[in-house]
């Protein structure tokens, strides 16, 4: 049997006047070979450093979450970091980068822990 991955996205909205329910279901386009899962914390705080792959070559998916802390990712760097999305420490991203991926602490001070996974071939 082939490998596949699928995404469930479920966002409730409460509190505003009307209850609002965004259910959401994909199953990526490519067929996944390779995924690499980690768990670890920024090496030097406010030190961009490149997401470790894992020797997955060519991405098709990554999920993070900043599990303490702050953190700002540049999902296309390429010779000096730009931040383009921000996630605040609890919160989780999915996206597919278009170059290669740097995370970055938000606060100069503290070090981000942050756990994810790449799926991909």
Not at 24 to 29: C, P
Not at 86 to 92: A, D
């Amino acid at each position: 049997m082939a490998a596949s991955g699928t995404v469930n996205i479920i966002t409730q909205l409460l509190g505003l006047g009307k209850e609002i329910d965004f259910i959401d279901r994909f199953t990526l386009t490519n067929t996944p070979t390779k995924s690499h899962y980690n768990y670890r914390q920024q090496a030097v705080a406010d030190t961009a450093e490149a997401l470790d792959l894992g020797g997955v070559s060519t991405v098709d998916l990554i999920v993070i979450k900043a599990v303490t802390n702050d953190m700002t990712l540049d999902t296309s760097y390429v010779s000096s970091y730009v931040e383009e999305l921000n996630l605040p420490e609890g919160e989780i991203a999915i996206f597919k980068p278009s170059g290669t991926v740097y995370v970055k602490n938000e606060d100069a001070v503290t070090q981000v822990t942050y756990e994810y996974l790449v799926i991909g071939r």
